[in-house]
């Protein structure tokens, strides 16, 4: 891959996510420039999926510019690179979990929490219902780390958590008008219920069962 392609595909889709807080109509614009070379628009969407967990963005973000780049097409794109940007901070989270665990009383609560969780319900139960709930996913991801959810686990239950999200972040990206008016959340009330709701009862019997035997505060 050419390396002047990869470094301006880094910068404009920094430049475009700096700018649409100024001018939403001026960051339509330069999406509209990237979308008329394909190339040009996969590897900027790609930088976006590689830079973001490192800078915090939502990861339906990703499922916006690819609904506007490619319309309904942008759904399986969106639901592979949502799923690959989840991995840097569960792996960055699991191969560090003994340090932090062992460094931190909060997270030592939560790795035992979620082993437990994992322990009942499976990794990929686990992580699938955890995506459906609006939660940050950046916190699933590192969860998912220290309570060591197997990889193939973490990933089969982010893509699947995850694909709601991806559609609902697609339909705010084919929709230009929503768009030019800078609105890139797709937190409608409806849907957060309603995947809510698809978690809870995911999760339920298995949560409820982790709260219910977990060790009593003092106990080795």
């Known amino acids: 891959m050419n390396r002047r392609y990869v470094l301006g595909g880094a910068v404009v889709a920094v430049a475009v996510l700096l700018a649409w807080a100024a001018s939403p ?13 394909p ?57 560090g979990r003994v340090r932090l665990v062992n460094g931190s009383r909060a997270v030592e609560r939560v790795s035992s929490a979620g082993g437990r969780l994992v322990a009942d319900a499976g990794g990929l139960r686990a992580v699938a219902g955890t995506r459906f709930l609006p939660v940050p996913a950046d916190a699933v991801s590192v969860t998912a780390g220290v309570s060591n959810v197997g990889p193939r686990a973490f990933l089969a239950g ?4 995850e694909f709601p999200w991806v559609i609902a972040g697609v339909a705010v990206g084919v929709s230009a008008d929503r768009l030019a008016s800078g609105e890139l959340a797709v937190a409608d009330p409806g849907l957060l219920v309603a995947f809510g709701l698809a978690g809870a009862v995911l999760l339920a019997g298995p949560l409820y069962r982790a709260i219910r035997d977990r060790p009593a505060d003092g106990d080795g």
């Open 158 to 161: 982010t893509a699947i958590g």
């Open 39 to 95: 190339l040009r628009f996969g590897i900027a969407l790609v930088v976006l999926a590689t830079i973001r967990p490192f800078l915090a963005w939502p990861t339906t973000l990703i499922a916006v510019v690819a609904g506007f780049g490619y319309g309904w097409a942008g759904v399986p794109v969106g639901a592979v690179l949502l799923t690959a940007t989840a991995v840097p901070p569960y792996w960055l989270a699991r191969i």
């Open 25 to 37: 109509t001026a960051a339509l614009a330069t999406l509209e420039w990237l979308a008329a070379d």
